[in-house]
């Protein structure tokens, strides 16, 4: 089975903080997500990666950052947080062109921003 | 640009009885189609795809979907609601084959209510 993982199910930070989300996946897949979700609109794309130190934005990527290093780990990096920014975060991984297609799924952190 | 819609933001069936949670879609090009489901304070989990070929799609749980290319939608189907298919239930498009990188684009989700 895939196995996405994410560092915290739940984190509370104070507005201007520095925070880290961490996500790993254990599947050798070259792509790999950050969404957040909030009520009624679904899932939003904030940033994605399909390399090692490759990143494109996605829709949302105002006030967010990110990182990969290794190809199993993809960071999302919150440079000054604000009340705005809290959300469920969900991480996710998937085969690059030609693959599944389809993307597995984190647990989600639950970030407060207070 | 591509989009999902989904109309429902919740759709309330009885034990028993079939089920349909609606989904249309807006895509240059030819979509992939997914429908993802979540439990409570869970993350997604994948239900079907539709990439090409045959319109009705077969997924886990005893759901299915149908393509229908004229009326871009892709509905999601199962003939006997079950209580435990209570859940959030979202639908996915990306578009092809100019893609590297299945970026999908989510619907606001509908929650199904299953009542015994």
């Known amino acids: 089975d895939v196995k996405v993982t994410q560092s915290s199910r739940y984190l509370v930070k104070r507005t201007g903080e520095k925070v880290f989300l961490e996500c790993v996946q254990d599947?050798?897949?070259?792509?790999m997500f950050w969404y957040r979700q909030d009520p009624g609109l679904g899932l939003r794309l904030i940033y994605f990666?399909?390399?090692?130190?490759?990143?494109e934005k996605g829709d949302i990527p105002e006030g967010y950052s990110v990182s990969r290093e290794k190809k199993e780990r993809f960071s999302l990096i919150l440079e000054s947080a604000s009340t705005n920014q809290t959300s469920m975060y969900l991480c996710?991984?998937?085969?690059?062109?030609?693959?599944?297609?389809?993307?597995?799924f984190g647990p989600g952190t639950r970030l407060t921003v207070t | 640009a591509q989009s999902v819609a989904q109309p429902e933001d919740q759709v309330n069936v009885a034990e028993g009885n079939p089920l349909t949670v609606k989904c249309t879609y807006s895509?240059?090009?030819?979509?992939?189609l997914f429908w993802y489901v979540q439990y409570p304070n869970r993350g997604l989990q994948f239900l079907l795809k539709?990439?090409?070929?045959?319109?009705l799609v077969k997924g886990s749980y005893g759901f299915e979907a149908e393509f229908n290319k004229s009326q871009t939608s892709f509905h999601l189907k199962k003939p006997s609601a079950l209580v435990s298919d209570s859940a959030l239930y979202f639908c996915?498009?990306?578009?092809?084959?100019?893609?590297?990188?299945?970026?999908?684009?989510f619907g606001g989700g509908t929650r199904l209510m299953v009542k015994p």
């Open positions: 895509v240059s090009g030819n979509p992939y």
């Open positions: 990666s399909y390399d090692v130190k490759m990143k």
């Open positions: 539709y990439i090409t070929g045959d319109n």
């Open positions: 996710a991984s998937g085969e690059g062109s030609g693959g599944s297609y389809e993307q597995y």
């Open positions: 996915a498009v990306d578009s092809a084959p100019n893609n590297a990188g299945n970026m999908l684009t």
């Open positions: 599947m050798d897949h070259e792509n």
